[in-house]
C-alpha cells in the first residue's frame, strides 16, 4: 500500500505477536495496510524515558478505518464501542488530521500535567487522554499524546526532565 494514498493510524501494538494477529486478521479481510516498525533495540535494564523496544504501527487506508476497526474489535476485542469517536476534551486532537502516540502513562493527573508542561518548554504540542482499566474499576491512569512527527523530539525532551 502506498502510505500518499491516505493513510491513517489503525492501531500502534508493543507485542509483535499481537501485532501479527492483526496484520492476519486484515488480510484475511482483504484490508491493505502497512506496518512501520518504531522499535528501538534494547537489552539490559531499561529506564522510564526510553522508547519501547517494540513499537509496530499499523497504517490503513482512511476510507478502511471503520472497516479495519470494526474487524479487530470483533477478532482481538480491541476499540471497545466508548473509545471510537471519543470526544471528551482529554483526547480530542487539535486537528482532525494528526496522528497521536503515547510517549509516557502517568498514575496521577498532576504527574500527566507536569509532563505536558515539560513537552510545552520544548515546544511540543501534547494532550492528556484518561485510561480506564477495564479488570479494575478503581484504576485510572493518564497517557501522555504527541503528534506522530514529533515522538523522537518528546522523548529526548521527557529523558532531560527526568533526570
Known amino acids: 500500500?502506498?502510505?500518499?494514498?491516505?493513510?491513517?493510524?489503525?492501531?500502534?501494538?508493543?507485542?509483535?505477536?499481537?501485532?501479527?494477529?492483526?496484520?492476519?486478521?486484515?488480510?484475511?479481510?482483504?484490508?491493505?495496510?502497512?506496518?512501520?516498525?518504531?522499535?528501538?533495540?534494547?537489552?539490559?535494564?531499561?529506564?522510564?524515558?526510553?522508547?519501547?523496544?517494540?513499537?509496530?504501527?499499523?497504517?490503513?487506508?482512511?476510507?478502511?478505518?471503520?472497516?479495519?476497526?470494526?474487524?479487530l474489535r470483533n477478532t482481538l476485542q480491541l476499540f471497545p464501542e466508548r473509545e471510537v469517536g471519543d470526544t471528551s476534551p482529554l483526547s480530542m486532537s487539535e486537528r482532525e488530521d494528526e496522528v497521536r502516540t503515547q510517549v509516557a502513562a502517568c498514575e496521577s493527573m498532576e504527574d500527566a500535567t507536569a509532563l505536558v508542561d515539560a513537552l510545552k518548554q520544548a515546544n511540543i504540542s501534547s494532550n492528556i487522554r484518561k485510561l480506564n482499566d477495564e479488570d479494575d474499576s478503581g484504576w485510572i491512569s493518564y497517557s501522555v499524546e504527541v503528534e506522530y512527527e514529533d515522538i523522537d523530539r518528546a522523548f529526548r525532551a521527557i529523558e532531560r526532565w527526568a533526570q
Do not use: Y
Open 1 to 71: 500500500m502506498n502510505e500518499s494514498e491516505g493513510t491513517v493510524e489503525l492501531h500502534t501494538f508493543f507485542d509483535a505477536i499481537a501485532a501479527g494477529s492483526a496484520c492476519g486478521q486484515l488480510e484475511e479481510a482483504e484490508i491493505p495496510f502497512t506496518v512501520k516498525d518504531w522499535g528501538v533495540p534494547s537489552q539490559g535494564i531499561h529506564k522510564f524515558a526510553e522508547p519501547p523496544a517494540i513499537q509496530l504501527q499499523i497504517l490503513v487506508k482512511k476510507d478502511d478505518l471503520k472497516r479495519a476497526q470494526d474487524l
